[in-house]
T-cell receptor, first 115, second 112 residues
Framework: DGGITQSPKYLFRKEGQNVTLSCEQN?????MYWYRQDPGQGLRLIYY???????QKGDIAEGYSVSREKKESFPLTVTSAQKNPTAFYLC??????????????FGQGTRLTVV | AQKITQTQPGMFVQEKEAVTLDCTYD???????LFWYKQPSSGEMIFLIY????DQQNATEGRYSLNFQKARKSANLVISASQLGDSAMYFC?????????WGAGTKLIIKP
């Protein structure tokens, strides 16, 4: 079945460590996104990419890095520079049309906890 | 600045009643689109309904309908005959210039 797969579902990180969250899609979508969600809050955009080997910072990119070496993969690294990384992370993808993007399809999310 | 406003942080509704979730938008893109998503407590984000700026008819998907009032820049979600499983966060999202702009969400709780 087509969809987006995020892994792991739960992740624990020690302070000072980098961790990488995986996001893979088989929907042949051009655009991919990473969002952060804190409890009871909305989504905040970290990074997005509309084409392979290109990506743009979102509203809260500091302390995060991404790569887009393949169309179907968009991993997010939470670096030690991110001071408060405990949150729920959602990856999404969408198709690009002449009018913009279609609806975004989401993975199941990764809950990251700093211990 | 482009913005989505959801003025209801939380709502309680009796089961089987209809509920309207408010959304106003501000975008400079003449060819914008509006989406509604549902996020249950499990965290998954579920696409519900879409309305394009040039669509003449209000979008409907089963129990969901979108009350689109372009002049008022309003795109309210209407859920008919609410069910306990409708309890969730609901987000209004605008597509503008290839970007997705998210509202802060409304937490809907359906009471039995």
């Amino acid at each position: 079945d087509g969809g987006i797969t995020q892994s792991p579902k739960y992740l624990f990180r020690k302070e000072g460590q980098n961790v990488t969250l995986s996001c893979e899609q088989n929907l042949n979508h051009d655009a991919m996104y990473w969002y952060r969600q804190d409890p009871g809050q909305g989504l905040r955009l970290i990074y997005y990419s509309q084409i392979v080997n290109d990506f743009q910072k979102g509203d809260i990119a500091e302390g995060y890095s991404v790569s887009r070496e393949k169309k179907e993969s968009f991993p997010l690294t939470v670096t030690s520079a991110q001071k408060n990384p405990t949150a729920f992370y959602l990856c999404a993808s969408s198709a690009l049309t002449g009018q913009g993007t279609t609806e975004a399809f989401f993975g199941q999310g990764t809950r990251l906890t700093v211990v | 600045a482009q913005k989505i406003t959801q003025t209801q942080p939380g709502m309680f509704v009796q089961e089987k009643e209809a509920v309207t979730l408010d959304c106003t938008y501000d975008t400079s893109d003449p060819s914008y689109g509006l989406f509604w998503y549902k996020q249950p407590s499990s965290g998954e984000m579920i696409f519900l309904i879409y309305q394009g700026s040039y669509d003449q008819q209000n979008a409907t998907e089963g129990r969901y309908s979108l009350n689109f009032q372009k002049a008022r820049k309003s795109a309210n979600l209407v859920i008919s005959a609410s069910q306990l499983g409708d309890s969730a966060m609901y987000f209004c999202v605008a597509r503008s210039h290839y970007q997705l702009i998210w509202g802060a969400g409304t937490k809907l709780i359906i009471k039995p």
